[in-house]
């Protein structure tokens, strides 16, 4: 097994005008490579805040982050942007797509910003198909449906073969048979090609499929963490 994300005692205060919003009071978490795992707990107890700062879009007030092997909270913000792009693809509840590129030319971007230019067609039609998309790689977002753009946006962020990928509510703008179309996909990705995801969810359906769950309150995870016999 080996470590693709550690984090340790994370904390995270919010300054809002002279009030201090504490978001995470001293979080710890290990994912394993190949782990798919669910984040739940009541709105406002810092999922969304966590998963900002393992993806590295927020950095902590204090405690320590590392992503398959490199330390973001050590890093400087460029350095930090470039783990990200390399490590890390972000699937977000609003899907976030470019509206005037096509859902291939979508993954396009996510290869010219990953970093290493990387421009592998083969790769971008395969990871449609999977995703059951070849038949509308030229289509834009709007001339997709919901369902369609959260797979597309699915697509974007394995593009690139991340180290972990970071869901927060993939579903939550999905009716339940989109959702049930997005839910196999993540679970077709972490079986087929053991990607690490980690998701945020607030559908016990979601969080089934996971093998792991962790329960969060308040800024705290609820020990013990919940495991899940498949
Ligand atoms: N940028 C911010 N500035 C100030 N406070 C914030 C900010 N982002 C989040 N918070 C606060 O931090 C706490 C945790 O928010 P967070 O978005 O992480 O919750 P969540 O668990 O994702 O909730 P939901 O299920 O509703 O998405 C909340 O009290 C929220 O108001
Ligand atoms: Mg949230």
Same mark, same amino acid.
């Given at each position: 097994?080996?470590?693709? #994300?550690?984090?340790?005692? !994370?904390?995270? %205060?919010?300054?809002?005008?002279? =009030? /201090?919003?504490?978001? $995470?009071?001293?979080? &710890? ?23 900002? #700062?393992?993806?590295?879009? !927020?950095?902590? %007030?204090?405690?320590?982050?590392? =992503? /398959?092997?490199?330390? $973001?909270?050590?890093? &400087? ?23 005037? #590129? ?129």
């Amino acid at each position: 097994m080996r470590t693709i #994300l550690n984090a340790e005692k !994370l904390v995270k %205060t919010f300054r809002v005008g002279k =009030v /201090d919003v504490p978001a $995470l009071r001293g979080i &710890s978490l290990e994912v394993q490579e190949g782990e798919f795992l669910a984040i739940m707990g009541p709105s406002g107890c810092g999922k969304s805040t966590m998963l900002h #700062l393992l993806g590295g879009l !927020l950095t902590p %007030t204090s405690g320590t982050i590392t =992503v /398959d092997g490199e330390d $973001l909270t050590a890093a &400087s913000d460029a350095r930090r942007t470039d783990i990200r792009r390399r490590k890390i693809g972000f699937v977000f509840q609003r899907f976030n797509l470019f509206p005037t #590129l096509t859902a291939e030319g979508n993954l396009r971007l996510a290869e010219k910003i990953h970093g290493n230019g990387a421009d592998d067609p083969t790769r971008r039609r395969e990871v449609l198909k999977m995703l059951r998309l070849e038949d509308k790689m030229h289509h834009k977002p709007l001339e997709l449906s919901g369902g369609e753009q959260q797979r597309v946006a699915l697509a974007r962020a394995v593009v690139t073969r991340p180290a972990i990928v970071l869901a927060d509510e993939p579903t939550g703008n999905l009716d339940s048979e989109n959702s049930e179309i997005v839910l196999n996909m993540f679970q077709e990705l972490n079986y087929r090609f053991n990607q690490t995801i980690v998701m945020i969810t607030h559908n016990p359906e979601a969080a089934a499929m996971c093998r792991r769950i962790v329960q969060m309150r308040d800024g705290h995870i609820v020990e013990p963490a919940l495991s899940v016999q498949m």
